[in-house]
Structures are given as structure tokens and as C-alpha cells.
């Protein structure tokens, strides 16, 4: 499993790294660990957070339809995401390369790992289970790749109808997130914990 050697990969040089660096000081070494812990906490968050998105996306589209569900999303995705940062006690959000919304434009690491994700697909890695990890700076960082669904190329594919194609120029006139067909790259989930917080 590629995030499995990868992981273990980073594991050990870090380790090897702070042992060299300060061999007396076991914490050094803690503290440059990713641990299977940090992961799955960071694994709950985006599943609660995709749950989340998804129901409202949902039921948006079944109540007012596209146009609607627009206004909902635009409403509703960042509230979202910032709720279940609080529940889940670390800092989540919703990143891409091409973007709707230029609130969840990428900071280096996360665009680093996004055209990462990009070259592993491109290498024939499955999107459905695309990860990264790392732990750096006094933080834990994960992504996890978010893959464009055949329900997704309505409001973020090549030929979106009007009126929806107008209302989304209305809301979003620098919107860059469309283009996109099923089994494209479309984004990632973004987690961040404070390494005071995991140890
Ligand atoms: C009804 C139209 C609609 C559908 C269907 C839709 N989206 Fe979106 N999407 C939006 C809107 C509107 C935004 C901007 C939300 C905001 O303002 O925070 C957005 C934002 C995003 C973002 C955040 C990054 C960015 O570009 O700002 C991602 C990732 C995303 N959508 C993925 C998906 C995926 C995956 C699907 C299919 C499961 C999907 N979307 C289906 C309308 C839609």
C-alpha cells in the first residue's frame, strides 16, 4: 500500500533524523513521529465532514434543485467545515487547485501535495484512497484526495446547463472549478493538529 510505505518511509528518516540530531533527547524523537493515532483522528474528521457536505448537498438538490443547492452551498460548506473542526477539536477544510471559492485556495504544502496527488493518479494510484501525511513545524498535516463523482459534473463539469452555468458566474466570477469529468482529481481534504494536542 503506497501510504503505507510512504508513511513508514518518512517514520524512519525522521527518526533517524532526530536521533542524529540530539541523541540524549528521547522527546525529539516523539515529537518528529507520526503516529496511527493522528491518522485516524484525522481520518474521522473528513469522513464527518464528507457525510456532512453530502446530506446537504442532498437534500438542497431534492428540496429547490441545482440552482438552490448553490445558494446552499455557498451558505452552508464553510459553516460546515468549521463546525466539524470544533467537534473534532483540530483544523479541517476543503482545498483544490482549481477553485470555486478562492477562501479554500492552498497554502505551499497543500498545493505541493495536490499536484502530487495528480502525478500518483497519473501513475495509475487509486483516487479513492489517496492520502498524505506529514509532521512538520509543530504540526501534523493529512490530505486526502477528493475524486469528482458523476454527481459532482453538473455544478463542476464541461457543459453545465443554464441556468445554472449563469448562477454560478453570478456568485463565483473568478470560478475556475469547472472542466472536470468523473474520475478527475477535484480536490482534497486538508487536516491540521497541533502536536501539543496528539501526544
Ligand atoms: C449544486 C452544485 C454543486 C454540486 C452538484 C457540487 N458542487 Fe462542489 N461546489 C459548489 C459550490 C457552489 C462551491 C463553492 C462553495 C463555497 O462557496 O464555499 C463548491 C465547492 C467545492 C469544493 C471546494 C473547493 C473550491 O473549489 O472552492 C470542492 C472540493 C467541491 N466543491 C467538490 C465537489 C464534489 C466532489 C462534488 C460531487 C460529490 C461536488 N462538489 C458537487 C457547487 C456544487
Known sequence: MPLRRRFYTLLISTSLLALAANATEPAATAATQITDAQISKARTAVNALQTELQTALQNAMRDGGPIAAIEVCQLQAL??????????????RRTALKLRNPANAPDDWEAQQLADFAARAERGESLATMEAVSRADGEFRYMKAIPTGAACT???GTQIAEPLANALQERYPADQATGFAAGDLRG??????PIADTL
Not at 79 to 92: C, D, G, M, N
Request: aromatic share 8%; glycine share 4%; charged share 15%.
Open 79 to 92: 459553516p460546515i467545515t468549521a463546525s466539524i473542526s470544533e467537534q473534532h477539536k483540530l483544523y479541517i
Open 154 to 156: 453538473g455544478c463542476h
Open 188 to 193: 482534497a481534504f486538508s487536516v491540521r493538529i
